[in-house]
């Protein structure tokens, strides 16, 4: 890819699913994603990544098998692998993801209709 800068809005802009990953960098064998998250995501662990999330808009709750983190705009949480997790989203919300290139979304719960290593977008 050539060194251009990503316009966030406009590549958020670009797209209404949620819970659909999308690509829009990568470095150091890892993928800079966008998603928007509304509602409950499918319990699930990475065994081999950790994940970063930082909410640009909205809020969302991480929740974990004995507590729930809330994360909101401005804020980052990092789950670690193989800790299982499932985010929650009251109203929808925007967040960037930073995670090893080739993560499915839905971890070691795949058979998720949900699944996605994500795809690119360009503005």
Same mark, same amino acid.
């Given at each position: 890819m050539d060194e251009?800068? @990503?316009n966030i809005a406009t590549a958020l802009a670009s797209f209404d699913e949620h819970w659909s990953p999308k690509i829009i960098a990568a470095l150091n064998g890892q /993928? @800079?994603?966008l998603a928007k998250f509304q509602g409950e995501f499918v319990w %699930? *662990? %990475?065994h081999d990544a950790d994940e970063l999330f930082l909410v640009l808009e909205g809020e969302f709750t991480m929740e974990? !098998?004995?507590r729930a983190v809330p994360v909101r705009k401005g804020e980052l949480i990092v789950v670690h692998r193989g800790i299982? /997790?499932?985010p929650v989203a009251a109203q929808e919300c925007s967040? =960037? =993801?930073f995670e090893p *290139?080739?993560?499915v979304s839905t971890g070691d719960a795949s058979n998720d209709? !949900?699944?996605s290593e994500g795809e690119w977008i360009s503005e």
């Open positions: 251009q800068p @990503v /993928h @800079v994603k %699930h *662990a %990475h974990f !098998r004995d299982e /997790h499932r967040v =960037l =993801l *290139a080739g993560t209709d !949900r699944s």
